[in-house]
C-alpha cells in the first residue's frame, strides 16, 4: 500500500510561483508512475502532468506545458511540481497519485493511490 502525502500549496498572486511536494511511503518509489492532478468544485479531476518511475520521460497537459515542471528524487521518496506564472485558473485543490507501473499514464484513470490534496489559491 502506498501512502501519498501533499505540501507546499497556498495563496499566491497572480504571476508568483509555488513548488508542491509529495512525499511516499510504502512499496518501492522507483518503481512506480507519479502524476499530479487538480480540481475545482463541479469539475472532474484534470491530470496536469506525470513523470515515469525512473525519471526519464514526463507528460504534461497543454494548460500547463511551458509553466510547470515535475521532478522527482527517488532518493527521497518525493516528486515535486514547480508551478511558475500562476494564474487564477490555476486555482484548485492539488493531488499527487502513484501508478502500480513504472510507465506513466496519460489518463487520470491510470493511478492507483492518492493523497489527501492542497489547496493552491491565485489571486488577481
Known amino acids: 500500500q502506498v501512502q501519498l502525502v501533499e505540501s507546499g500549496g497556498g495563496l499566491v498572486q497572480a504571476g508568483g510561483s509555488l513548488r508542491l511536494s509529495c512525499v511516499a511511503s510504502?512499496?518501492?518509489?522507483?518503481?512506480?508512475?507519479m502524476g499530479w492532478l487538480r480540481q475545482v468544485p463541479g469539475k472532474e479531476r484534470e491530470l496536469l502532468g506525470a513523470?515515469?518511475?525512473?525519471?526519464?520521460?514526463?507528460y504534461y497537459t497543454d494548460s500547463v506545458k511551458g509553466r510547470f515542471t515535475i521532478s522527482r528524487d527517488n532518493a527521497k521518496n518525493t516528486m515535486y511540481l514547480q508551478m511558475n506564472n500562476l494564474r487564477p485558473e490555476d486555482s484548485a485543490v492539488y493531488y499527487c497519485?502513484?501508478?502500480?507501473?513504472?510507465?506513466?499514464?496519460?489518463?487520470?484513470?491510470?493511478?492507483?493511490?492518492w493523497g489527501q490534496g492542497t489547496q493552491v489559491t491565485v489571486s488577481s
Open positions: 497519485a502513484a501508478s502500480a507501473w513504472e510507465r506513466l499514464s496519460v489518463s487520470r484513470h491510470g493511478y492507483d493511490y
Open positions: 510504502g512499496g518501492t518509489f522507483g518503481r512506480y508512475a
Open positions: 513523470i515515469s518511475g525512473r525519471g526519464g520521460e514526463t
